[in-house]
């Protein structure tokens, strides 16, 4: 039988059918358990009308749900797209238009907007419980099929579907775990949402046979409790949920000694954050990149240092120039190709031809080689080019916020009459911080190459973002909406109000609303959470009073 996603889980459950396979918030499952939930699930959506190529956006908990409903979709040869309630609706109408044919499958709900969609509604524990069901008919196996429609905001803001066949999910996930050392005994858990790559969620234990721990947990702590309960020997995060736990760590008697891979990705992996979580946690961190148009991790690093100094088995990258030059050492844009690449985006010619170019993926992140080890640089739309000189944002940005007085900065050219362009710099800065464009200059120097220090520096009291949460850089020079701190003190205002009505009401149902050790707890937790610029001293002692307060009313 070909490889695909149902057909591993297939197998597992019919070799140890009694093994752990899935463990959620809620829920232990086998591999028996997980197979007879995908049928009785794939037999729901049959009679519901799904067919061979049509599209199935969940919208579920990041649980065991997840991983059973992209088998249940796999096994009818239809595509599965993990939906986001928190998507615009400009998006939502946009991925709507594009995925043809499509079921919303609710578990149990989903956002209005996709209503216009035949939906199927379910409680989510009626997908592991009742009789024993199989849909009345499944295609023959397709390795070459798509069966995952994995949405990307790329560079534009603009989603896009990046089209994935069980080959390219097998391919890649093969090719990690012969790379990093994997096998069948590991235990898998990602931070990342369900939204997010949900494939690497799972897809590891799909292939070795171990197991996968899913989790909606917001809390450094919870993840923690969850990591020695389960053994998790594989963990997968951002580079800020991984510190929040290592701060934890170091805080308390936390058991972590069953990782063996900690794996920080999604965001820049400097070495600062790797020195600081590896005196914390005990464990070092590896960097590792990739993106939704390979189908996930490409690049990895050596555990404790900044860089990728390792190809994932089965890619090819090469940097090359604006020309299409293979660059051997210095700058260049990544190009990668292999089996796990995905060969087009789903209803959109145009960004289909720019990006995939004979067999090759046109990544649009910049790299510098240098002896032998990748560095992440910067986007290519990114690029100033001043006096015919090559200025990428980020590594300015990132030297900027090296400055103790600095808590944000984005970097974007600036139109000059002989130069072209100029090197600009917004900057929030820390309360109580007073920063002049002089001692910003002073302090690039040495940091930066004289031509990469922004001439102009625009002090300003927030940055503008995205929807995602991303700088927008084409919002930048101008007023960003909200910009007022006296309103943004009035909405914290209410914000504190509603939290602490909840709170109350959460203490309200609890038997015993003030314990001594539980109090500790609670104000460890939140200054292992805090980001400044109050001290842990005094938020420890601001939640302390709101206790008290709380438990003598």
Not at 282 to 307: C, F, H, K, M, Y
Request: include cysteine; charged fraction near 25%; hydrophobic fraction near 40%.
């Amino acid at each position: 039988m070909p490889l695909t996603l149902h057909g591993l889980v297939a197998s597992h459950a019919a070799e140890r059918p009694d093994s752990a396979a899935l463990h959620d918030d809620r829920r232990d499952l086998t591999w028996g358990a997980w197979q007879a939930s995908a049928l009785r699930l794939a037999a729901c959506l049959h009679d519901s009308g799904v067919r061979p190529g049509d599209s199935v956006a969940v919208f579920c908990a990041k649980a065991a749900e997840l991983p059973v409903s992209m088998t249940a979709v796999s096994m009818l040869g239809a595509r599965f797209l993990a939906g986001s309630a928190v998507w615009p609706d400009a998006a939502s109408e946009r991925i709507s238009g594009i995925v043809g044919r499509c079921f919303v499958l609710a578990l149990p709900e989903a956002p209005s907007f996709w209503t216009v969609h035949p939906v199927i509604r379910l409680d989510p524990g009626a997908v592991f419980e009742g009789d024993a069901r199989e849909p009345a008919s499944a295609p023959a196996a397709d390795p070459d099929a798509d069966v995952y429609l994995n949405v990307t905001s790329a560079s534009t803001g603009m989603p896009m579907i990046a089209c994935a066949t069980h080959g390219n999910l097998i391919a890649n996930t093969r090719g990690v775990c012969r790379t990093l050392g994997l096998d069948s005994s590991d235990v898998h858990m990602s931070l990342f949402s369900s939204t997010s790559h949900p494939h690497e969620i799972f897809a590891r234990g799909i292939l070795l046979g171990g197991a996968s721990v899913l989790t909606e947990c917001r809390y450094p702590r919870e993840a923690l409790q969850l990591i020695g309960r389960h053994g998790v020997t594989a963990l997968m995060g951002l580079p800020p949920q991984l510190e929040g736990l290592a701060r934890i760590c170091s805080r308390e008697d936390a058991d972590i000694s069953s990782l063996k891979l900690v794996e920080a990705g999604g965001m820049h992996f400097s070495n600062e954050f790797a020195e600081l979580f590896g005196s914390l946690a005990g464990i070092d961190a590896t960097a590792v990149w990739g993106s939704t148009e390979t189908t996930g991790v490409v690049l990895a690093g050596d555990p404790g240092r900044e860089g990728f100094t390792r190809v994932v088995e089965g890619y090819r990258v090469e940097l090359r120039d604006a020309d299409g030059a293979v660059v051997e050492e210095g700058e260049g844009e990544m190009w990668v190709s292999g089996e796990a690449v995905v060969s087009r985006y789903a209803g959109d010619r145009a960004s289909t031809e720019a990006g995939f170019v004979n067999g090759w993926f046109r990544t649009g992140d910049v790299f510098r080689r240098e002896d032998g080890c990748l560095h992440f640089v910067g986007r290519v739309g990114g690029l100033i080019k001043s006096a015919g000189l090559k200025v990428h944002p980020l590594e300015v940005e990132l030297a900027l916020l090296r400055h103790p007085g600095i808590a944000d900065a984005a970097v974007a050219g600036e139109d000059h009459p002989s130069r072209g362009e100029t090197v600009s710099a917004w900057v929030t800065t820390r309360p109580g911080a007073v920063v002049s464009p002089q001692e910003l200059r002073r302090f690039l120097r040495g940091r930066l190459e004289d031509y990469k220090i922004p001439r102009t520096f625009h002090f300003v009291d927030d940055l503008p973002k995205t929807p995602a949460g991303k700088i927008d850089r084409t919002a930048l020079g101008r007023a960003p909406a909200g910009a007022d701190p006296r309103a943004d003190i009035l909405r914290t205002d209410i914000e504190l109000v509603r939290l602490l009505n909840h709170r109350r009401q959460t203490m309200s149902r609890m038997e015993q609303s003030y314990d001594g050790n539980w109090l500790e707890e609670q104000l460890s937790s939140a200054a292992g959470h805090n980001p400044g610029p109050l001290s842990d001293d005094t938020v420890r002692e601001i939640l302390a009073f709101i206790i008290d307060m709380m438990t003598r009313r």
